[in-house]
């Protein structure tokens, strides 16, 4: 739970925390960053760790001097596309030897090949939007080197995403962050950020239960 509460405490003030890690380490907090973000997308088992509010504090300290905004921007879309990259190849070598246990009952060779199926037909609109979206931006990677998706194919869409996604947050910081109101209420910015990034998934759970109990009620008349 202390765990929990001081990771919310750091995604909601990650302001603060980046500015203690400029003060401490000075150009060494590129490297910090540059980790932070190639963690966060290159580890299935760190998606917690903070993206998008990030970004945006990158981008407000960028408008304040502390960053080059090029050169922060480059680095870190370096940073998510090796992440990305990293990523898929620990799902592509990690999946064919999970999935041909014979004793699983949930990994099923027949789940790969329809996994498979869905990165071939969707998986490079699956790459790109993941990036926009918390805790799916880590795992999508991971199950598209599962799927075996096409690597000519994933690294196009990596790239594209990896570019789009700092851009977007670090412009989003840079002209946005150093507003008076968007300082004292930072905390609230980043929860907006979250719940505007985690939206699309809600509605689209929404709608495909929709769908589902729609489908029942037909069965069942």
Not at 7 to 19: A, G, Q, R
Not at 195 to 204: D, F, G, K
């Amino acid at each position: 739970m202390e765990f929990f509460l001081t990771l919310v405490d750091i995604i909601l003030h990650v302001d603060k925390y980046l500015k203690e890690i400029i003060q401490y380490f000075g150009a060494w907090s590129h490297a910090i960053l540059f980790v932070i973000i190639f963690i966060e997308t290159g580890l299935v088992v760190t998606p917690f760790l903070p993206g998008d509010s990030l970004l945006f504090a990158v981008g407000a300290f960028a408008a304040a001097g502390y960053f080059d905004p090029v050169f922060i921007t480059v680095l870190l879309s370096i940073a998510a596309i090796s992440g990305d990259t990293v990523n898929y190849w620990i799902g592509r070598f990690m999946g064919p030897k999970v999935f041909q246990r014979k004793d699983s009952r949930f990994l099923k060779k027949e789940y790969l090949e329809r996994t498979h199926e869905f990165y071939e037909k969707h998986g490079g609109k699956t790459i790109f939007l993941a990036r926009f979206i918390p805790i799916i931006r880590t795992f999508a990677p991971f199950v598209a080197g599962v799927g075996t998706m096409n690597y000519i194919h994933f690294i196009a869409y990596n790239v594209i995403g990896g570019v789009v996604w700092p851009i977007l947050f670090i412009s989003g910081g840079y002209f946005f962050g150093g507003l008076p109101v968007v300082k004292e209420y930072f905390s609230l910015v980043a929860l907006a950020i979250i719940i505007i990034s985690v939206l699309p998934i809600l509605i689209e759970a929404l709608r495909m239960r929709k769908k589902s109990n729609f489908k029942k009620n037909i069965q069942t008349d």
